[in-house]
């Protein structure tokens, strides 16, 4: 099987947690100070309608701007300070996702004081123009409302199931996945995520079901290999299961998902050419990263050659965990 290489990694972890950490930085007070600089606008534009005097939307609003950005400031700290679990992402890196309430208190603030900006700077201007442009504000308001609550929902699934709370994670999972309010981002990120459960669960055709649809990026990827995966459970042609990996192998971000391909990859040469071959492959991509389903079959293929004390090097607890879970009694190659 001749498969493309994967890329190598192009940058370092520590300068991606830095660029990470300056943008959640910059996102949250720049969002707490803009919040905050409508807010105050509002109120300043309210009374300078009423004869207030004529600086007071100025003045007010540069005081909003100032407060919320102080405020943006403490509610990060406050963030960072609760004790959650990080999250790995679709390309592998760990992080621990904004609470939602971070940035969805600010748009919740901007909101009723763009849509009142709408009112009042029509009725002092006597003209439609401001209408449209803070109805348009406010219309990207509500749009970034929707992405940060679908994102919040989805982190509090992945937490639960980093908490072992399965069943609450696949039930928020498949709300997000069915909803039409939801991200299209945080719809696919649960397709997928509910594909992956079924996988590990050994429900192939749930899985297919799942992933149906999930083209292109880092998620693209992950589905052309759970669909191979599926495609070896349901004991199809391996042909059909080597396109799909192939498919996976192409993209862009292939190095993603690098061990987890080395694991379907050494399933697909079992059923293609024979353990001999398989087992040369998984010798060769055997390495600290590999995955259970890697040491699972590599111990399989000892077994089978003869190796015994190979065989036992490697069945350590997260490999005999997997080949007594449904993913590991799905695959006949590891209940023989």
């Known amino acids: 099987m001749n498969l493309p290489p994967f890329e190598p990694p192009v940058r370092d972890p520590a300068q991606l ?35 207030a005097g004529s600086s ?36 592998g890196g760990t992080s621990r996702p904004l609470h939602g309430a971070v940035l969805g208190i600010p748009i919740l603030l901007a909101l009723p004081a763009l849509l009142t900006l709408v009112v009042v700077a029509t009725v002092a201007l006597g003209s439609a123009l401001p209408a449209l442009i803070f109805g348009a504000t406010a219309l990207g308001v509500v749009l970034a409302g929707q992405r940060v609550w679908s994102s919040h929902r989805l982190a509090r699934a992945l937490e639960a199931l980093e908490a072992g709370r399965q069943e609450e994670a696949r039930h928020t999972l498949q ?49 052309s290999l759970g669909r191979a995966l599926a495609c070896l459970l349901l004991d199809e042609p391996h042909e059909r299961a080597e396109a799909h990996l192939r498919q996976a192998l192409t993209g862009p971000r292939a190095r993603a998902i690098q061990a987890q ?54 069945s350590r607890g997260p490999v005999q965990a997997l080949v007594a879970s449904g993913l590991g009694r799905a695959i006949e190659e590891l209940q023989r």
């Open 17 to 51: 947690e830095a660029h990470a950490s300056t943008t959640r930085w910059g996102g949250v007070v720049g969002a707490w100070g803009l919040s905050g600089a409508v807010v105050g606008t509002s109120v300043g534009a309210t009374l300078q309608l009423t004869g």
């Open 56 to 91: 007071a939307a100025l003045l007010a609003g540069t005081g909003g701007l100032s407060l919320g950005a102080v405020l943006g400031i403490g509610a990060l700290l406050w963030d960072r300070a609760v004790d959650r679990p990080a999250l790995v992402d679709g390309l």
């Open 175 to 223: 709300r997000l996945a069915q909803r039409w309010w939801v991200s299209a981002r945080a719809r696919q990120t649960a397709r997928l995520d509910l594909a992956m459960l079924a996988l590990q669960e050994g429900q192939a055709t749930e899985a297919l079901r799942w992933l149906e649809g999930l083209e292109g990026g880092i998620a693209g990827a992950w589905a």
């Open 261 to 314: 391909a080395d694991a379907v990859r050494i399933l697909v040469v079992w059923r293609g050419k024979g353990a001999d071959e398989a087992r040369r492959l998984a010798e060769q991509l055997h390495g600290p990263g590999a995955t259970p389903l890697h040491e699972a079959l590599l111990a399989r293929l000892r077994a089978g050659a003869g190796d015994d004390l190979g065989a036992q090097a490697l």
